[in-house]
């Protein structure tokens, strides 16, 4: 889950009647803080995306520079806000620039918005400042540029390694670009690189998914994370299934997917942590071994604090939850206004957080302290343990590769 599947409006006609500074009661708790950056623009729309992204060549000559302008306004508000309130957040520990496409901006655009981050919040000691990036976007100056613009983690659209899959979902790039970028940014010094993978693309075979994951470890990435494809109403790719035109996959063939992924993977040394991503164990100096996790989205598995920037992003903050306008002409008037460019948000109730608890944790190969449940819900979770579906160790529970498949079941049967 990320910041961006929590609730979803059309913000265009909306009247802001929520100022989430206003709505805190007081200070932060002591919890980790990451900012995340909208960056709304892609050189196409792929035919599954529902994301709020818009093709760069629609958006008129001057768009990065007016949405710049919007994000740093933003980012001033923000800070300024808060310090008027009294509230003080942690320094950022992680940075994510997500889109749409981040590496549509220059280095030195993203580095901008990166040192301006470090002036009003700071970056804690070892932030993971992350950029997703599209391989058609890079090219060795690019990365170098982002290096040098403080950027120390590249997560990398691949999708697939077949051809055929690859023009099904709209993806411009060759088969073989994003291994090629991955090894490029190696060779530059990235330390830190992670692929996106996609299964249950209709058509797309056994086989055929399988040499996409075994592609991918080609490249010796740190982290992958492996989607089941989800064909979202609005879509051209909804469309197209709709018409008859292509198969839509069935769950015994994204559930073989995922077996495979887990097989391949773990194989390889890669460590599931959370249902859909892998990460490469790695030993520190003090010989402890940690994992190359994607330590921003973990931030929001574990309901820390986080900060969105740009149109449609979503924040958190205590237990305030709220997100941004999406059309960036109404989110670049209301920077430029001086307001914060809010649609509307929520304050999380008790019911809502537990809910919200359950669901991320049993994600997470952490698992869920079992005292975090009501003494019905234990007693149900004795039931996903006899059903073999987990384990309850230590005062945890933890899903079992079986257990991950049936997620959604288990976290229903569980809160019920």
């Known amino acids: 889950m990320t910041a961006g599947e929590v609730h979803e409006?059309?913000?265009?006609?909306?009247?802001?009647?929520?100022?989430?500074?206003?709505?805190?009661?007081?200070?932060?708790?002591?919890?980790?803080?990451?900012?995340?950056?909208?960056?709304?623009?892609?050189?196409?729309?792929?035919?599954?995306?529902?994301?709020?992204?818009?093709?760069?060549?629609?958006?008129?000559?001057?768009?990065?520079?007016?949405?710049?302008?919007?994000?740093?306004?933003?980012?001033?508000?923000?800070?300024?806000?808060?310090?008027?309130?009294?509230?003080?957040?942690?320094?950022?520990?992680?940075?994510?620039?997500?889109?749409?496409?981040?590496?549509?901006?220059?280095?030195?655009?993203?580095?901008?918005?990166?040192?301006?981050?470090?002036?009003?919040?700071?970056?804690?000691?070892?932030?993971?400042?992350?950029?997703?990036?599209?391989?058609?976007?890079?090219?060795?100056?690019?990365?170098?540029?982002?290096?040098?613009?403080?950027?120390?983690?590249?997560?990398?659209?691949?999708?697939?390694?077949d051809r055929g899959v690859l023009a099904l979902l709209d993806r411009v790039h060759t088969p073989g670009r994003a291994v090629e970028m991955a090894r490029l940014a190696r060779q530059c010094g990235f330390e830190d690189i992670s692929l996106d993978l996609i299964f249950g693309t209709p058509g797309e075979s056994l086989d055929s998914w399988r040499r996409s994951l075994e592609t991918a470890l080609g490249a010796d990435p740190d982290h992958i994370s492996a989607y089941s494809l989800i064909v979202e109403e609005g879509t051209r790719l909804a469309a197209r299934i709709r018409r008859g035109e292509v198969p839509m996959t069935d769950e015994d063939d994204l559930a073989d997917k995922y077996l495979a992924a887990e097989e391949i993977l773990g194989r390889a040394g890669l460590v599931n942590y959370e249902v859909s991503n892998w990460a490469r164990p790695s030993a520190g100096d003090d010989g402890v071994v940690d994992l190359h996790r994607a330590e921003h989205n973990m931030g929001y598995w574990r309901n820390d604090d986080w900060w969105g920037i740009g149109p449609g992003a979503h924040s958190h903050l205590a237990e305030l939850r709220w997100w941004n306008v999406k059309a960036p002409r109404h989110y670049e008037e209301m920077a430029e206004s001086g307001v914060l460019p809010v649609d509307d948000g929520e304050r999380l109730g008790p019911v809502e957080h537990h809910e919200e608890e359950v669901l991320l944790r049993l994600r997470l190969a952490d698992g869920l302290p079992l005292d975090e449940l009501s003494e019905k819900e234990q007693g149900r979770a004795a039931k996903v343990v006899a059903e073999g579906l987990g384990q309850a160790t230590g005062g945890v529970l933890r899903l079992n590769l079986r257990g991950r498949l049936l997620a959604d079941r288990v976290i229903t049967e569980l809160l019920m």
């Open 9 to 161: 409006r059309n913000l265009r006609t909306s009247t802001v009647t929520f100022h989430p500074l206003d709505e805190l009661d007081g200070p932060l708790e002591p919890r980790r803080f990451g900012v995340y950056v909208h960056v709304p623009f892609c050189a196409a729309r792929c035919g599954y995306c529902d994301f709020n992204t818009y093709v760069l060549a629609s958006q008129g000559p001057d768009a990065v520079s007016r949405y710049l302008a919007a994000a740093h306004r933003e980012i001033d508000a923000a800070a300024t806000g808060m310090a008027t309130r009294g509230v003080v957040p942690p320094a950022a520990s992680t940075v994510f620039f997500g889109g749409g496409t981040p590496t549509m901006l220059t280095p030195v655009q993203l580095g901008g918005l990166v040192d301006h981050l470090q002036r009003v919040w700071g970056l804690a000691p070892g932030a993971e400042v992350t950029t997703e990036a599209n391989p058609e976007t890079l090219s060795e100056p690019v990365l170098t540029g982002l290096l040098e613009a403080g950027i120390n983690r590249l997560s990398m659209g691949m999708q697939s390694a």
